[in-house]
């Protein structure tokens, strides 16, 4: 089968592979990848930002059918439109492990991290990840429910109360998709990019989002204000992974505000504005990726059409095309790139 493998580390080292086909074990399931999302963290290990285990197939936003079972598997059969939890093997020891908080088990392995992911024919995935498809979510929507489990791990690490402002920094699929789930929760939702997001800005107006600012040509800062009689913001999620940005977010909140990590920067220390955080007593949350509980609320938002994943995939490409999937998510053109296996 065809299969996108990182290779080495370093900047590019993603070669299109020709692999042996994966048989499920125990309590697994082989599934036929129809269509598997580009994430940013994709982008950081093409680049040599994000480490991994070399060589591995890439790729662990995805969905498909499932064409083979293994021993054991009792809860899916072959037909089934799934998709999968990254989580691929845990300790099962840790008390991570034990209130199913798989993301921050220190023995966790990853499909596309550690274990050959999604970007391939064929993809193997654990019975205990697995997630059946609402009838009326279709496969391009489904390979999105990754990124939007990782939103709503966000969200639901914080408060949101009907009528509070949420300011989105970061209009790219991860925002986007935060910008849709915290208007289902009664937010007021900005959401704010730069130029170069023109494409991404255009989308959020499309989407419904209530407030959308360019920062480059309107002072956030004073819409903000506007908006809360000089307050600021109640919440601030951070999806770009961009320092500016994140001291920004820091001062377009209120006192007790609340502040939430989402993008993932390209290197581990960062300049940030603590003595904000301590006048202004804000509450900073770090979100890491997502756990179980945060699947079945997702599909339930796409099934709802609370959160319209489908129309923020703006480009598709085979396997082969990775470049020029990269080329499109790095000029701006894109929103959501899905690469389609052959």
């Known amino acids: 089968m065809k ?10 080292h993603v070669e299109l592979q020709n692999k042996p086909e994966p048989a499920p074990g125990e309590k697994q399931v082989k599934i036929k990848v129809k269509y598997a999302g580009i994430c940013g963290s994709d982008i950081h ?31 899916f059969k072959v037909g089934d439109r799934v998709t999968s939890e990254t989580t691929f093997s845990v300790c099962g020891q840790c008390s991570y492990c034990q209130t199913k908080d798989y993301n921050l088990c220190s023995e966790r392995k990853g499909l596309g991290t550690q274990q050959d992911g999604g970007f391939a024919e064929y993809v193997l995935a654990r019975e205990e990840s697995l997630h059946l498809l609402p009838d009326n979510v279709d496969f391009r929507s489904a390979a999105m ?19 509070d402002l949420c300011v989105v920094i970061g209009p790219g699929p991860i925002g986007l998709l935060a910008a849709q789930a ?7 939702v900005l959401i704010t990019g730069l130029n170069h997001d023109k494409v991404r800005l255009e989308k959020a107006r499309a989407l419904g989002i209530d407030y959308v600012v360019n920062g480059e040509e309107t002072d956030v800062g004073e819409v903000v204000n506007e908006l809360t009689n000089g ?15 994140a001291n920004q977010g820091l001062k377009l909140l209120r006192k007790k505000g609340q502040y939430s990590q989402v993008g993932i920067f390209a290197t581990s220390e960062i300049p940030f504005d603590l003595e904000t955080i301590i006048q202004k007593e804000i509450c900073v949350i770090g979100s890491r990726s997502q756990k179980p509980a945060d699947w079945e609320p997702s599909l339930m938002l796409l099934k709802t059409g609370n959160v319209n994943a489908r129309d923020l995939v703006t480009h598709e490409y085979e396997l082969h095309q990775w470049e020029e999937a990269y080329q ?15």
Do not use: M, R, W
Request: net charge positive; charged share 20%.
């Open 45 to 75: 290990t093409y680049e040599g930002h994000y480490k991994v285990a070399f060589p591995v197939t890439l790729g662990h936003e995805f969905a498909g059918e499932i064409v083979e079972v293994g021993p054991g598997v009792q809860s």
């Open 328 to 342: 499109a998510i790095k000029s701006g053109e894109a929103i959501k790139v899905l690469l389609k296996p052959e």
């Open 3 to 12: 299969a996108l493998v990182k290779t080495a580390p370093g900047f590019g």
């Open 145 to 163: 429910t990754e990124p939007l489990a990782c939103t709503h791990h966000a969200l639901a690490k914080t408060t949101i109360n009907a009528g």
């Open 182 to 188: 915290a208007k289902s929760k009664g937010a007021k």
């Open 231 to 245: 307050y600021g913001a109640d919440v601030v999620l951070e999806c770009s992974g961009a320092v500016k940005a």
